[in-house]
């Protein structure tokens, strides 16, 4: 009878068979394989025969023995048995070892991640998109679609149906008599009021002057917030950032100088300053320059109409000064809810900070006041409403519309880097379209001056850099992770790592950094947005030596004339459809209005808090 040897699970069929013919009285050895606890070896021996298995410690033997067979299970006591059993024991352990550190990985992320949520809902740090926006990935195959009337007629030559002729080429601009013929039309219904955006509500010791301002003829304002055309300029170098600080200089207060129409049509003109058309020159130091804001207006200055828009401790109202009869937008901050939220040092940071800046894609901040229950911050008001909500219109933008957007956005962030000033809540909905369709920053909340790093958790889950959700200290570079987030948000209409809209799986998603670029992003934009959306800080472009030069200089912005962009003498690729200084709110959202009284006599509980309002 042969020695017949079966490995295999019990039910399980045979892993492995070992059959030998032998003769009666013989000795044999076999080495079973791979024998381990739970397999069972089967052995049948011919009548006479002896053998030797060699199999592991724990394996069962059933020996089928014929009479006057003997079998000797070895594996028990040979070395290589016990090696054996040995190795295998040891690799369980660390496969078990394994799987429980995945596991544990896993549950740490998933704690931090719900801590990090657990505090943002504490202390409302962090916000959510607004509820019932649909960020789907699917709809980013649609097509740009002009949501509102496009002027499409501004692009010499467009058909105004493919995709990059929907935006001039950034550094040529050519503009249409027929876009010219409005202007003017608009100019003569509306008078010069329309023109000059940026006019400082007036308190009655400036009121005469602005007066005579309402019935001068057209500044020169005109000229420089109209698109002018022209060729393309020679010097695409970006600009000095430091050179945007020319209109922060004192005659440009419009409580310390009555501010006379041209001087106004002049900061107009120039909104870089006078300098910004001289070589850019880089390292410059900016001198902090704060404007006095603290209790410039009260509250019978202002006639108080609709609600733009609402925030987490207040809401931003459409006034009309009572003396130069413009409008403005009021933000108003409840003390108590500021308080409570724990935002008194990021509310005097934002009066703050924008009464430091100014720059033609930044809001500015004309005054601060305050009554024994609200704060109060007079903006200019901007009319064509949130870059978001036409994004959510179009679902999508065109490579050069969102390249238009960026840059200009790009210059802000060089600008406010330059006084090391950190935004931190970049993200459409904080991006405002003026009339003519550029943007302007608002919401400085978060914005801090921070010269080397800080800890602070804030931003909107969508765009936190993961330094900031992994708790570590960070600094200017969550900038420029944001504006990558921006760029991605612009051209696909989702965020890289939204995820249904639960904001622990986008931190979740965000500190494991796998992003998937869609196939039609442009090369170029994907390879700004892999710089940009880096974990890696030393990688990350803006970051690097040359600072935001390297963004700016990056190939996507190769067309981009950044002197031209700074004057705002490029045609944006979409203008709102909104009637400029008349109020025109219309494509702002409807919110429900206060129904608390504002400027009630009370005790002012919180007020020495805000001493700077
Ligand atoms: N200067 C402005 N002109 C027109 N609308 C504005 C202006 N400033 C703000 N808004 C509108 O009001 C909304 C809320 O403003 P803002 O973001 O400054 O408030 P917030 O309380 O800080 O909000 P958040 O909770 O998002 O930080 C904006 O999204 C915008 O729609």
Request: positive net charge; proline residues 7%; charged residues 25%.
């Amino acid at each position: 009878m042969d020695v017949n040897i079966k490995v295999g699970r019990r039910r399980r069929g045979v892993d492995f068979e070992h059959k030998r013919p032998t003769q009666e009285g013989g000795a044999h050895s076999a080495i079973v394989p791979w024998t381990k606890p739970g397999i069972d070896v089967e052995i049948a021996v011919a009548k006479g025969n002896f053998l030797d298995v060699f199999c592991g410690r724990r394996a069962r033997i059933h020996a089928r023995c014929m009479r006057g067979a003997c079998v000797n299970n070895n594996a028990r006591w040979t070395a290589a048995g016990q090696l054996f059993d040995f190795l295998s024991s040891i690799l369980t352990l660390l496969f078990c070892v394994l799987r429980i550190f995945i596991h544990s990985h896993r549950l740490l992320l998933h704690t931090r991640c719900c801590h990090l949520d657990f505090r943002n809902q504490l202390m409302r740090l962090c916000y959510d998109r607004p509820s019932g926006v649909k960020l789907d990935p699917t709809v980013s195959s649609v097509p740009w679609e002009a949501p509102v009337p496009y002027n499409c007629d501004q692009v010499e030559g467009s058909s105004g149906l493919e995709e990059d002729s929907y935006m001039p080429n950034i550094g040529s601009v050519f503009r249409s008599k027929k876009k010219k013929d409005k202007d003017e039309k608009s100019h003569k219904e509306n008078g010069p009021t329309d023109i000059i955006i940026e006019e400082p509500p007036v308190t009655p010791s400036t009121e005469g002057s602005i007066r005579q301002s309402l019935g001068s003829a057209p500044s020169t304002a005109t000229t420089a917030n109209s698109h002018s055309g022209g060729t393309i300029s020679a010097n695409k170098q970006p600009p000095s950032p430091t050179a945007s600080t020319g209109p922060l200089a004192a005659k440009d207060d419009p409580m310390t100088t009555p501010a006379a129409p041209e001087s106004h049509a002049a900061s107009n003109a120039n909104p870089a300053g006078p300098g910004h058309n001289r070589a850019p020159s880089q390292g410059q130091k900016t001198e902090p320059v704060y404007r006095a804001t603290k209790g410039k207006y009260t509250l019978s200055d202002f006639t108080f109409q609709r609600t733009l828009g609402t925030g987490s401790f207040g809401r931003v109202h459409l006034v009309q000064s009572k003396h130069n009869l413009r409008f403005y937008a009021v933000k108003v901050l409840k003390k108590a809810q500021v308080v409570k939220m724990k935002q008194v040092e990021h509310t005097n940071d934002e009066r703050r900070m924008l009464q430091r800046v100014k720059h033609p894609f930044l809001i500015t901040l004309w005054g601060t006041f305050q009554d024994s229950k609200n704060l109060y911050m007079v903006m200019d008001f901007i009319e064509g409403g949130e870059l978001f909500s036409l994004l959510r219109k179009s679902q999508r933008f065109p490579n050069p519309v969102a390249k238009f957007y960026a840059a200009e956005v790009a210059l802000a962030l060089d600008y406010l880097h330059s006084l090391n000033i950190i935004y931190r809540d970049l993200k459409p909905e904080n991006l405002l379209l003026d009339r003519h369709g550029h943007l302007k920053i608002t919401d400085f909340g978060f914005a801090k001056e921070v010269p080397d790093i800080t800890w602070t958790l804030c931003g909107t889950p969508d765009y936190l850099a993961p330094e900031v959700v992994a708790s570590k200290g960070y600094n200017k570079s969550v900038d420029w992770w944001s504006l990558g987030i921006l760029i991605f948000e612009m051209l696909c209409g989702y965020t890289p790592f939204w995820d249904g809209g639960s904001p622990m799986k986008i931190y979740e998603n965000i500190l494991r950094g796998k992003v998937k670029y869609p196939a039609y992003i442009h090369p170029d934009a994907m390879d700004l947005l892999q710089q940009l959306i880096t974990p890696d800080l030393t990688k990350r472009l803006g970051n690097l030596y040359h600072g935001s030069r390297s963004v700016l200089e990056h190939a996507w912005f190769a067309e981009v004339n950044w002197e031209r962009l700074l004057s705002k003498q490029i045609e944006p690729p979409y203008v709102p459809p909104v009637r400029g200084g008349i109020g025109d709110a219309s494509l702002f959202d409807k919110y429900p209005e206060e129904t608390e009284e504002y400027g009630k006599d009370g005790p002012d509980q919180y007020g020495h808090f805000f001493t700077d309002f």
